[in-house]
């Protein structure tokens, strides 16, 4: 079964400073993995996703992640933030057959001028 | 090209009412997800349909929910006789017909439903 942890409910950085994001994931079968920012009171908005291929993956609004094999991680960063990057931010793994996405808790980023 | 709609994006009931949610899916899209997100979670799946079939509906509560997605009209997420902890968005999200290993999920703006 797949399964995802993102560790910290809550990142506070300053405007400008690096964006460190962590979602770990498990899972029995190669991974498909996804981040998505939801802004308040909206929908989700997909970022960026990895499926095959290369492990450093680009998204929109200048975000990144790395798919980590060895270490279970998909980790989304940002070398600096902007204070429109405020928002939550979920990462989600592929579910398989069924195509449903399994999410994390989220982590609400907040950006301090 | 217009993205999921939902509707309405608000929706207050008393409890013991019914609740139904509505969602329209892209265009071209035959593949409808519903996800819940209770305050303070994640969102978590619930059903996904293609037109007509319930294709997995491992995430819905086993009584007082049900969905439906026809051959006509939009998908409906049906809550009867609801409780306070149904209190939650409700997130629609729609894809293509399967092309490759997996799709991207559309998500709509959510439905909001606040049970007094």
């Known amino acids: 079964a797949q399964s995802v942890t993102q560790l910290g409910s809550h990142v506070s950085v300053s405007e400008g400073a690096l964006v460190l994001l962590r979602c770990n994931y498990s899972?029995?079968?190669?991974?498909?993995l996804f981040w998505y920012v939801q802004y308040p009171n909206q929908g989700l908005q997909l970022l960026l996703k990895y499926t095959t291929g290369a492990t450093l993956v680009k998204g929109i609004n200048g975000f990144e992640a790395e798919f980590k094999k060895s270490e279970t991680s998909f980790h989304l960063t940002k070398p600096s933030a902007h204070m429109s990057d405020a928002a939550e931010y979920f990462c989600a793994v592929y579910g398989g057959a069924t195509n449903k996405l399994i999410f994390g808790t989220g982590t609400l980023l907040a950006v301090q001028p | 090209n217009a993205g999921v709609m939902q509707n309405p994006r608000h929706l207050v009931r008393r409890r013991g009412q019914e609740a139904r949610l509505r969602c329209s899916p892209m265009k071209g899209h035959s593949h409808v997800y519903w996800y819940r997100q209770l305050p303070e979670e994640g969102l978590k799946f619930m059903v996904y349909?293609?037109?007509?079939?319930?294709?997995?509906e491992s995430g819905m509560p086993k009584e007082r929910f049900s969905a439906e997605f026809p051959k006509e009209g939009p998908s409906i997420l049906r809550i009867q006789q609801v409780v306070r902890g149904d209190s939650a968005a409700y997130f629609c999200?729609?894809?293509?017909?399967?092309?490759?290993?997996?799709?991207?999920?559309?998500f709509g703006p959510g439905t909001r439903l606040t049970v007094l």
């Open positions: 999200a729609s894809s293509p017909p399967l092309t490759g290993a997996v799709n991207e999920q559309f």
């Open positions: 349909l293609q037109k007509e079939n319930i294709i997995d």
């Open positions: 899972s029995s079968v190669p991974p498909y």
